[in-house]
């Protein structure tokens, strides 16, 4: 007789209490923190089903942000969290992968990966915080670290042309790309959100400042220092003439341009266009394989595979 209770327990609410794990270790006043208090409050709005969260990471002072998330996670190898986190996608369609990162870990030593996980639209929502800098190693230039940036690697200021993440982005593919600053927690719990419901291979990238070695970096966008957080107009698609100029996410080209604004440029959804998940097409690819196989287990095909080259 099975001594399954009939009624199933119900989860009790998901509470930043329940969410928190780890103090965070970083430095008074980084920006991280204030990405991590949206990622709570984002969590807490949706009430995801607390055991279907998967928070990911590679190396570097962002990457820590695992440890402080009491959720399945893991704090992985410096740029190799792309095709960690895909795997993990494709194989557990039950649960959503939330994999957070630096300037450094995403586009520099990650950068082939970011761009092979956008071109594949694998289901999952990046977070990188982009201080401009390398935090962890203590201040060496970082492939978004500004002409003229004086670092221990450049100490005469960088010489090279930074990366533009929202050009690199749409370029490679991803199906979502937005852009906040960490001074704007509302704004950071919007995109997140927006994120988390796209289909597809979903990126925020947020400004995040490096309080210790690069103080100051987003100033020109934070209201309380005179700069302006400037947000993209999205279309309403209501037919009046104010319409006519706001931007259309799903146009590629339109998003580009929007992107290549000077500094600290605008703020907002630039991209957001459907395309079918590698989630969605291997999954069909594997149910069309199983009827062919009459269902049979993985153990039977693996059998009759090593039997075939006996
Ligand atoms: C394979 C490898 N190369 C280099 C490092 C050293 N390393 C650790 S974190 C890091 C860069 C971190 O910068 P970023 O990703 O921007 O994160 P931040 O600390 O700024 O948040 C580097 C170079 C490493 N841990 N592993
Ligand atoms: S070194 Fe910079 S990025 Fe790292 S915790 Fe400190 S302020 Fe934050
Ligand atoms: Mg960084």
Redesign the pocket.
Known sequence: MSTESPIAPTAPPLTKKALTADHPT??P????FAVLASFYKMLEKRQLPHQNIVTLAGIG??SRFPYFVNSHGAHFIHGRAVPFASGVSLSRPDVHVFLFGGDGDGFSIGGNHLEHGARKNIRLTYVIMD?FVY??TKKQTSPTSPIGYRSKTDPTGAIDQPVNPIKKLITAGATFVARSHATQVNHMIQMMERAHDHDGFSVVEILSE????FPGAFDAANPRKNGQFQIIEEKTWDGSAEDEARHDVTDEIAAYKLAGLPFPGLFGVFYDAARPTKNALEQKWINSSREKSRHASDLELLQASFDRIK
Do not use: A, R
């Open positions: 970083w430095c006043g980084c920006g991280d002072c962002s201080n935090g962890l490096c309080v210790e070695f």
